[in-house]
């Protein structure tokens, strides 16, 4: 191993574990240990501007669903989603002479059947009133593909006028349910939309008939049901995001149990057939900002944005030439240049600005950010990619400090000035993306296994921007070579 690379890692090593962010001394202190390593610290302005997100991809186990006002900037976000449902493993209904749910004819039917939308949290009042219009869709959505936030089911899988649409009109909070039982630590809230009985008999009688149509999520998606697309057609003041989603048929039917005493007892029984929404399938959300609120927010240049969802992020340009080719006068008083030294850290600092509204209604903070090259802004989340800490980093919000720290961005810096195409505006520029990362832990161990776009209700202005009127944001950089 050679004596410049422990040097190097010696010296980022003393640097994270510094409790100091200050690096007046940090040259000295490590060039009594290291006599032949001269550090050099400095720092540059960085510039910011805010940008509209546009469409992102749509890639979450989450739907959200309703109308909400942004009280900050007075913004209006609309989501609706669309998921297809699957057939559990192993599923079954009853031997069919176990029916007890018959039309005149002896036929099996349903007593009823409905679409459930449970959500585990929500934005808003609880007790606004919601509409939305639930639509089967006419055939189903592709795998495969990319779906982003504008993907709209309506223009290519809904047929006006004779594609099945369920209405309801709703509250977050279940005033149906008595106010004792929504307190239980097992009640999950939902939002219940009825179907027609008749589209619930459907499912049955096709498994008499064909039972190979529910042998997997495929063959139960392309021959009987291709999916629902939940639309928000009125109402303002709550957006659900809904965990999970549940087609449901009710029947009744003959089963045999056995008494204590050993002996059998026929009775009957209410049962339900589910099939889940799930990341097992396809799921997309539809999100709809308002553009003209978003377009006033990006022009604002006295600071810059993060919005989500699908909202406003910010742009960053880096000094890159600058940073890596700064002359510097050495101790012999000739002239060098940073070009050939080694970025051994490089921190960038993002301030946030407090909200100007508080309490229960104001929009989330961003927790999560990413930055990197505006590239990849696109192949990043495409491609499935994880922050590598290379070319990609993730920053979380600090609620002491009421910042983003960017610890080391060096390397990001050395590969866009040796990769970076001049002859692009873009080059030099990089994007702060809010997100959520998801991690798996084992042990001791914590990896990050992926990181998506934040759909939730968050939004935060943050220093920066050509007009600042709240200070400059600056990049510290500290430098090594060998004397």
């Known amino acids: 191993m050679s004596i410049k690379y422990l040097a190097g890692l010696l010296l980022a090593s003393l640097f994270v574990v510094s409790c100091d962010d200050t690096t007046d001394n940090i040259g000295s202190s490590l060039t009594d240990n290291i006599d032949k390593l001269n550090v050099m610290t400095d720092t540059f302005k960085v510039t910011t501007r805010s940008i509209e997100a546009g469409p992102v991809l749509s890639r979450s186990i989450t739907g959200y669903l309703g109308k909400v006002r942004d009280p900050e900037t007075g913004a209006y976000t609309t989501s ?3 998921t297809q449902f699957y057939t559990p493993e192993g599923f079954t209904f009853p031997d069919k002479q176990n029916i007890i749910s018959l039309d005149d004819e002896g036929t099996p039917v349903a007593d009823s059947c409905d679409i459930r939308l449970y959500y585990t949290s929500f934005y808003g009042d609880s007790l606004a009133t919601m509409k939305l219009s639930a639509y089967e869709l006419s055939k189903p959505v592709e795998e495969g593909q990319k779906f982003y936030s504008n993907f709209n089911p309506e223009t290519e899988y809904i047929t006006p006028g004779s594609t099945l649409k369920a209405d309801k009109i709703y509250t977050l909070t279940d005033l149906n349910v008595d106010e004792s039982s929504r307190n239980e630590s097992n ?5 219940r939309i009825s179907l027609d009985k008749k589209y619930g008999s459907k499912i049955i009688q096709e498994y008499y008939k064909n039972p190979g149509t529910f042998k997997n999520s495929y063959t139960f998606i392309h021959n009987l049901v291709p ?3 939940f639309k928000t057609v009125g109402g303002i003041g709550s957006m659900a995001y809904i965990s999970l989603s549940q087609l449901n048929v009710y029947f009744r039917h003959k089963t045999t149990y056995t008494k204590t005493d050993g002996t059998k007892k026929d009775t009957i029984i209410t ?12 799921q997309t959300t539809n999100i709809s900002n308002d553009k003209a609120v978003l377009q006033k927010l990006v022009d604002d240049n006295t600071c810059t944005y993060i ?31 940073h070009k050939n030294d080694t970025i051994n850290t490089a921190k960038v600092v993002l301030k946030r600005i407090n909200s100007t509204v508080s309490g229960k209604y ?14 990849d802004m696109r192949s990043f989340f495409e491609n499935n990619r994880i922050a590598d800490y290379k070319t990609s980093f993730l920053a979380t919000y600090s609620s002491t400090s009421n910042t983003y720290t960017f610890n080391n961005i060096g390397s990001l810096i050395k590969h866009m000035y040796l990769s970076g195409d001049r002859s692009k505006e873009d080059w030099n520029k990089v994007v702060i993306i809010p997100v959520t990362a998801s991690y798996n832990t084992s042990g001791s161990t914590v990896e990050l ?5 934040d759909m939730s209700m968050s939004t935060t202005r943050l220093v920066g921007g050509s007009d600042s009127k709240y200070g400059d944001i600056e990049i510290s950089v500290i430098y090594s070579k060998f004397k």
């Open 362 to 375: 104001a929009f989330g903070i961003p927790q999560t950010l990413l930055i990197l090259p505006k590239a």
């Open 187 to 191: 009640y999950m809230p939902s939002i």
């Open 271 to 282: 049962s339900m057939a589910s099939f889940p929404g799930t990341e097992e399938v396809l």
């Open 449 to 453: 296994i992926s990181v998506n776009h």
């Open 307 to 337: 919005k989500s969802p699908a909202g406003i992020f910010t742009e960053m340009t880096l000094p890159v030439d600058e940073i890596v080719e700064k002359t510097y006068k050495g101790a012999d008083g000739k002239t060098y240049s």
């Open 80 to 82: 609706n989603f669309m």
């Open 227 to 229: 999916g629902f697309y």
